[in-house]
């Protein structure tokens, strides 16, 4: 569901119950506080990237990917490019090894059928970076929370100087420990469960996988995270792309619950 979509719609549900303040309970115009505006009352986009109380930028906010006009197809639908797509742009495309581009042809000839998302669970971190909805960032001492529309849920990104956890229970966003490189945050995650998607043309991310995620924001509108992959199971070598989001002010996250009212798995077709 788009965010324009859940807007018209919310629109909607307010005519039909003759509730004037119906949107601004929601906060979705509600104006955010203490950031840089220009004199038509805009947010400054290209205002100094704010600091946290120790000196380091701060990446809170809420944030959308920003996505070219290009959409990729996968299984016959047309996605924004990375979501689709996560090597979308890298030179020479992502560098499967063999078993894991037989499995992506494999999920693209079932329709995705098997992708977690489609049936409600958790994507995983560079999903949840791509998917065209909102998520928000909390950025504390020893904290950076990504709070995400999709599903009501959050990931954890610690800062407090923790090493990652050995042998741990993997899980759908792994185990994140970060630190401060100058003006860049370099995360990195660990202890997958396997069978994670990677993006929704099935690229695999197994259980010996790591990404590195270098989060910059270079100004107060934008934020830029460089993801490296590193699962030498499913691909050849390591591999890096730059994820782009841009600030979204004067609003707030909506809920959304994937399998509130879901009626599309039973009607499958892929076999």
Request: proline letters at 9%.
């Amino acid at each position: 569901m788009t965010r324009s979509f859940q807007r018209r719609s919310l629109k909607v549900l307010c005519v039909l119950a003759l509730i004037a303040s119906c949107a601004s309970g929601q906060w979705l115009n509600y104006p955010t506080p203490g950031i840089p505006r220009l004199p038509d009352g805009k947010p400054n986009l290209a205002a100094p990237a704010p600091k946290a109380a120790d000196g380091k930028p701060d990446l809170s906010g809420i944030w959308e990917p920003i996505a070219s006009r290009n959409l990729e197809q996968v299984s016959g639908v047309a996605y924004p490019n990375q979501f689709a797509n996560l090597g979308f742009g890298l030179p020479g495309g992502i560098p499967y090894t063999g078993w894991a581009a037989d499995l992506v042809k494999a999920r693209n000839a079932n329709l995705g059928r098997d992708d977690p998302g489609t049936h409600c669970l958790p994507t995983g971190p560079t999903l949840l970076h791509t998917t065209p909805a909102l998520r928000k960032i909390v950025q504390t001492p020893g904290l950076l929370a990504i709070l995400n529309e999709r599903d009501v849920s959050y990931r954890q990104i610690f800062t407090d100087g923790r090493p990652l956890p050995f042998d741990p229970q993997p899980a759908w966003n792994g185990y994140s420990s970060g630190k401060w490189e100058g003006e860049v945050l370099v995360v990195a995650t660990s202890g997958f469960r396997d069978g994670n998607w990677l993006d929704k043309n099935g690229s695999p991310l197994t259980d010996a996988g790591k990404l590195t995620e270098r989060f910059r924001r270079p100004d107060f509108g934008h934020l830029e995270i460089e993801v490296t992959v590193d699962d030498p199971t499913a691909y050849t070598k390591p591999w890096t792309v730059t994820l782009k989001q841009r600030i979204v002010a004067d609003t707030e996250l909506l809920e959304y619950v994937c399998l509130e009212n879901e009626k599309d798995t039973q009607h499958f077709v892929a076999k």
